[in-house]
């Protein structure tokens, strides 16, 4: 009797996954082109901090869902 083994791939894809950036969950249906990443912005955020040469991120890079709204609060 054979057992199917889980490849890596499968397990990832079985957890939920979690935005290694914002943190954000990604859901199955937002799992695309920039998995591992939730967007297109967090791939960039991960990108421009390789290639700054470090991994501090200088600007604050706002939410998505921040996106139209102005920081009033200060
Ligand atoms: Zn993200």
Known sequence: MAVE???RQDIMF???SKCPICKKKI???KK???FPFCSERC???DLNSWFDGNYTISSR???EE???GE???K
């Open 5 to 7: 083994k889980l490849t």
């Open 14 to 16: 079985l957890m939920v």
């Open 27 to 29: 859901t199955d249906e």
């Open 32 to 34: 695309g082109p920039n």
């Open 43 to 45: 791939k960039l955020v």
């Open 61 to 63: 890079i706002p939410d």
């Open 66 to 68: 921040d996106e139209n």
């Open 71 to 73: 920081d009033l609060t």
